[in-house]
């Protein structure tokens, strides 16, 4: 065995030692991400029927919050 064919065995096995780790590094799973956000709103209906007129209202209520930024500290007064 002549040196050159030595040196071609040994390339030949680094190449594919690295395709081996560069398809496991491929096959990995993705950390899961962040649970989706809770909703910010809500909404709520209710109907009333008066007994007198037999009419019908329907009060609805849409409740949406938000989150400011933190803003800046105010001093407390007097100072």
Do not use: H, Q
């Amino acid at each position: 065995m002549n040196l050159r064919l030595l040196f071609c065995i040994a390339m030949g096995m680094f190449t594919t030692a690295l395709g081996v780790v560069m398809l496991v590094s491929n096959l990995r799973r993705e950390p899961p991400g962040a649970p989706p956000p809770k909703p910010n709103f809500s909404a709520r209906a209710t109907t009333v029927m008066d007994p007198e007129t037999g009419e019908k209202t329907t009060y609805r209520e849409i409740t949406v919050s938000t989150i400011l930024a933190p803003g800046p500290v105010t001093p407390p007064a007097g100072k």
